[in-house]
């Protein structure tokens, strides 16, 4: 038995590992469909505790923590609200305190694991300045793989059980399901109940249509994990060795992880969204064309949507009508004038929300400095947004023109690309050194020199930008409203099937594998 | 006589009520006009949904809209089917009226 959980242990079962997507899927699909209907919500369940257990074993018991956790706190609030024997505003603040008690012991074990030593190490190097001796023994805790995301769905689950937009679950199998929902579990997206329930529970036979709809988009994201992503993997881990690079170089770096990093995170979407779709259930989109933006804070409405979305409902709007911060709006009115009061709670709010995202990300001062960079753009745009719209009216530059069109895309991907360096730098200096050697040290010979030295030959870079423009051909489309899915379903079999055949053809064909290639090397997984 | 004094007084009262009314809803679009000038808010009636009020115009109309009726608006009330129309802010700022 011992042997069998040390095996399962070992078992890649990453996204874009064949295991996962031509083994534990097919195997748990017939499973499935044998089944009777009862049954399958704990057939899930276990196929789920396998899939967690593959990556981080008996830290499992995190995640049953959280689910008990989160299941218990939401009956108790429940409770609190039916009582008819207390007053309104006494129960409110009744349930007010079990929630944000619930919050802090659903955060203790991710604080605890994930941050201690950054905040160790921090606090040793703030005594220093103090001149006070403070010791900190690094504990290099394991981690238990998603618990960032299970964890705010566990702050999701609560906060609206406690705004009533929700009813508490009574049955704790839902629960548990809620948050180990296995396509789920790695990179998101962040779900919330209310949502997810409603097909996760129902556990319907699958479908012709959901098993073709599911390994169709399952085939599309292992097109941009294997075919781009990989590709660029081996050049931006050289690039970002950490060493001074020429600013061509640096420039390279930039735009490869731009790619790498968006590719590889919206195929492992598409992965799991499809995966999920298979079983009947429906998971949020993460992403909408984000270089189609019109500035940094529309960027953010199509980048990582759910996390977005997460801090404007649980971080963004509780900060900014917050008592304290009401009353400071007023008397800033009194003070300044309503033109400078309007701007305090949102941006006062904007603040904690890209402290958080930056900090959600992991115990790194570059994560911080990346959410404070955004931090900065959008303050930036919700200040000045009109005067640039102003300026385009008074140049006559319409909004739609195409010209207008291609100088914000450049100037968001330029904007995205600085943010996106910070955050795959090792240090904030090292990051900080490479942008500054764009502007200050750039030389075209080395970069055409230096490109034949980073891992990928002519062969890698064709397939990688071959792949970038068909991936660039159906955001455009899909920006248009156009969806190629549908309209092959309505073309004839044959067609479909050549289809199809050619898209597998060249996933296999085109993917990298082989010596250089890391199932493993999900960049989300590790948040 | 009393019959025609308590007819008279209900339609002072519904009076008065209807110029609270039309005044809440005039301060109201007041309000909003002045955080979103380029926004016709007597006609739009999807004005979260359709993405034309952000998340940064309503925190800035929640904090005037707070200042002006003295109003607790909750985060619970930050959803879109309070924000999507003048005559859904204008129910939301009624029922919290009353709610205080």
């Known amino acids: 038995m011992m042997a069998f959980w040390s095996i399962l242990a070992n078992f890649d079962l990453t996204y874009p590992s064949w295991k996962f997507f031509a083994l534990f899927l097919p195997v748990l699909a017939v499973l499935w469909q044998l089944s009777p209907a009862k049954w399958r919500r704990m057939l899930l369940l276990a196929a789920d505790m396998v899939f967690f257990w593959s990556f981080s074993g008996i830290l499992v018991v995190f995640l049953l923590y959280s689910s008990l956790l989160s299941f218990g706190i939401g009956l108790w609030l429940k409770k609190v609200g039916q009582r008819t024997d207390l007053k309104r505003k006494i129960k409110g603040k009744l349930k007010k305190k079990i929630l944000i008690a ?41 981690v238990p793989v998603g618990i960032s995301y299970f964890t705010l769905e566990g702050i999701s689950y609560l906060t609206d059980v406690y705004r009533e937009s929700i009813e508490a679950e009574d049955d704790f199998l839902s629960i548990f399901l809620f948050f180990s929902f296995f396509p789920k579990l790695l990179e998101g997206p962040i779900t919330r109940y209310g949502e997810l329930s409603e097909t996760l529970n129902v556990a319907k036979p699958i479908s012709g249509e959901n098993l073709a709809k599911g390994y169709q988009r399952i085939l599309w ?17 050289i690039l970002f060795q950490g060493n001074v690079l020429d600013g061509s170089l640096s420039l390279a770096a930039g735009v490869f992880f731009v790619f790498q990093q968006y590719m590889d995170f919206s195929g492992s979407i598409d992965i799991v969204i499809g995966a999920a779709g298979i079983f009947g259930v429906k998971l949020n989109e993460n992403f909408r064309q984000p270089f189609f933006a019109k500035n940094v804070s529309d960027f953010w409405r199509r980048w990582h949507i759910t996390l977005g979305t997460w801090l404007k409902d649980y971080v963004f709007y509780p900060v900014s009508v917050s008592k304290g ?18 701007l305090l709670a949102p941006s ?14 992991g115990p790194r001062w ?16 919700n200040l000045f947004g009109d005067s640039f719209s102003r300026f385009y009216k008074f140049i006559k530059l319409s909004e739609s023109s195409l010209a207008l069109r291609i100088f914000r895309g450049i100037k968001l991907f330029l904007i995205v690309m600085v943010g996106e360096m910070i955050f795959r730098a090792d240090s904030l200096s090292f990051g900080l050194t490479l942008i500054w050697q764009i502007f200050t040290n750039f030389h075209w010979k080395v970069l055409i020199d230096g490109l034949g030295l980073l891992g990928m030959d002519v062969w890698d870079y064709w397939t990688a930008a ?28 044959p067609v479909r099937f050549a289809f199809w ?21 999900m960049i989300y997984a590790k948040f | 006589m009393t019959i025609c004094k308590g007819v008279l007084n209900s339609n002072v009262l519904f009076y008065k009520k209807l110029k609270m009314e039309v005044d809440m809803r005039d301060q109201i679009l007041e309000i909003l006009t002045e955080q979103r000038p380029d926004v016709d808010f007597n006609s739009e009636t999807s004005l979260v949904t359709n993405g034309i009020l952000e998340s940064f115009d309503i925190v800035s109309i929640v904090a005037e809209l ?28 009624e029922r919290l009226s009353e709610e205080e």
């Open chain 1, 221 to 237: 994201g292992l097109f941009k994990k294997l075919v781009i992503a990989d590709h660029l993997a081996p050049a931006v881990d």
């Open chain 1, 325 to 342: 911060l009401m009353k400071l709006t007023k008397r800033v009115k009194q003070l300044f004038g309503q033109n400078v009061s309007r």
């Open chain 1, 366 to 381: 570059t994560y911080i400095a990346y959410g404070l960079y955004h931090f900065s753009w959008i303050f930036l745009e």
């Open chain 2, 66 to 93: 707070d200042d002006t009726f003295d109003i607790e608006i909750s985060p619970k009330e930050l959803v879109a089917e309070n924000f999507d129309s003048l005559d859904a802010i204008e129910a939301m700022v």
């Open chain 1, 348 to 361: 006062a709010a904007l603040f904690c929300v890209w402290l958080c995202n930056g900090l959600w990300h």
């Open chain 1, 466 to 493: 071959a792949g970038l423009i068909i991936v660039l051909i159906v955001s455009i489309l899909k920006e248009r409203g156009y969806s190629i899915r549908e309209k092959l379903m309505a073309c004839p079999v």
């Open chain 1, 501 to 521: 055949y050619a898209a597998i053809f060249i996933v296999i064909v085109f993917g990298a594998y082989g010596s250089g290639y890391d199932a493993a090397g």
């Open chain 1, 102 to 142: 619930g919050i802090l012991l659903l955060l203790m074990p991710l604080i605890g694991l994930k941050y201690m030593d950054f905040i160790g190490l921090n606090l040793v190097r703030l005594s220093h300045l103090f001149h006070v001796g403070f010791d900190w023994k690094i504990l290099n805790l394991a």
